[in-house]
């Protein structure tokens, strides 16, 4: 499957963006999917995970509470809804995909993911 991010931007602090995850192939709805970051001189970060029927998420600590991801399969895309931004949120965002088999299964580390999108840069100012 092939991934394609859109709907970075710039926003003020306390804005909302919301991130799209497009992908290409009929299996999509087989896919447990996942959003990173990566900040200037920081390493990637995990942010969200779906599994591949919906029906579990996981957030990082840090965007809990303030970012929600979700799926449409039908659309073959998954979102994330990030709302009250603020600076430290700035980075480079990528979606990535990986096979599952279990309907509620979840992963939080990049190293299981085997398809990554190109990503698309979020700025926040203060």
């Known amino acids: 499957v092939q991934l394609q991010a859109s709907g970075g931007g710039l926003v003020q602090a306390g804005g909302s963006l919301r991130l799209s995850c497009a992908a290409s192939?009929?299996?999509?709805?087989?896919?447990?999917m996942g959003w990173f970051r990566q900040a200037p001189g920081k390493e990637r970060e995990f942010v969200a995970a779906?599994?591949?029927?919906?029906?579990?998420?996981r957030y990082a600590d840090s965007v809990k509470g303030r970012f929600t991801i979700s799926r449409d399969n039908a659309k073959n895309t998954v979102y994330l809804q990030m709302n009250s931004l603020e600076p430290e949120d700035t980075a480079v965002y990528f979606c990535?995909?990986?096979?599952?088999?279990?309907?509620?299964?979840?992963?939080?580390?990049?190293?299981?993911?085997?398809?990554w999108g190109q990503g698309t840069l979020v700025t926040v100012s203060s």
């Open positions: 990535a995909a990986r096979r599952s088999l279990g309907n509620s299964d979840v992963y939080t580390n990049s190293g299981s993911y085997t398809n």
């Open positions: 779906i599994s591949w029927s919906g029906s579990s998420a």
């Open positions: 192939g009929r299996t999509f709805s087989s896919y447990a």
